[in-house]
């Protein structure tokens, strides 16, 4: 079974508009942690922002949020007023654990975003 | 500024050579990583490191090896390339006192002819 999936393989947003992209994930671990990467198509890997199992509060960065729904396992990235810049691939990740071998990441497949003038 | 780089950024080979890719890292992180990137797969671990001496297999290690006999550097060897292992290439460190943010290198392309 994925341990992330990233259901919208392609989505498509007006400029100066929100979007929001989905994220879901499979762990029996208490304790995790959910990252979202950016990767435009210069081929770059960028990190957004992070989320910890045991945060009471939704992440922010910005322009970026986080989503955050435990029960439902959920962690989709919000990105407020897009600019043509956020055109690019995002990548979902995971991080089981806080113990030892817990920095490893899985990675969903991504959703590209275009955003539109 | 602290970095990480790849090289070579693009190579070219034929089935069945050795081919090393280079990761250098100035983070001083103890963690480092190396992905593949394929279309429709998202990045795929292929070996990871937790400190000089610790290597790890990933989830696509075959084909595939490291050693680490510094922090700095995490090279990865494949032993015979081929066809299947054309991808791009990334290097990742991160530390494991912070919130196990990855740093990504550039990428490295290999095609193996």
């Known amino acids: 079974a994925q341990k992330i999936t990233q259901t919208q393989p392609g989505m498509f947003v007006q400029e100066k508009e929100a979007v929001t992209l989905d994220c879901t994930y499979d762990t029996s671990d208490p304790s995790y942690g959910l990252f979202w990467y950016k990767q435009p198509s210069s081929g770059e890997m960028i990190f957004l922002i992070y989320q910890g199992s045991y945060d009471q509060q939704n992440a922010t960065e910005g322009r970026y949020s986080l989503n955050f729904q435990k029960a439902r396992k959920s962690a989709n990235l919000v990105i407020s007023a897009s600019q043509l810049g956020d055109s690019a691939m995002y990548f979902c990740?995971?991080?089981?654990?806080?113990?030892?071998?817990?920095?490893?990441?899985?990675f969903g497949k991504g959703t590209k975003l275009t955003v539109n003038p | 500024d602290a970095e990480i780089t790849q090289s070579p950024r693009h190579k070219i080979t034929e089935t069945g050579r050795q081919v090393t890719l280079a990761c250098h890292q100035t983070w001083n992180h103890n963690n480092m990583f190396w992905y593949r990137q394929d279309l429709g797969h998202g990045l795929r671990l292929i070996h990871y490191?937790?400190?000089?001496?610790?290597?790890n297999k990933g989830e696509v290690s075959d084909g595939y090896s490291v050693s680490r006999s510094n922090t700095e550097d995490l090279p990865l060897t494949l032993e015979s390339a081929a066809s299947s292992q054309t991808s791009v290439y990334f290097c990742?460190?991160?530390?494991?006192?912070?919130?196990?943010?990855?740093?990504f290198g550039p990428g490295t392309r290999l095609t193996v002819l």
């Open positions: 990740a995971m991080r089981e654990g806080t113990q030892g071998g817990s920095e490893k990441l899985v």
């Open positions: 990742a460190s991160s530390d494991p006192s912070g919130t196990y943010e990855q740093f």
């Open positions: 490191s937790y400190g000089v001496q610790d290597t």
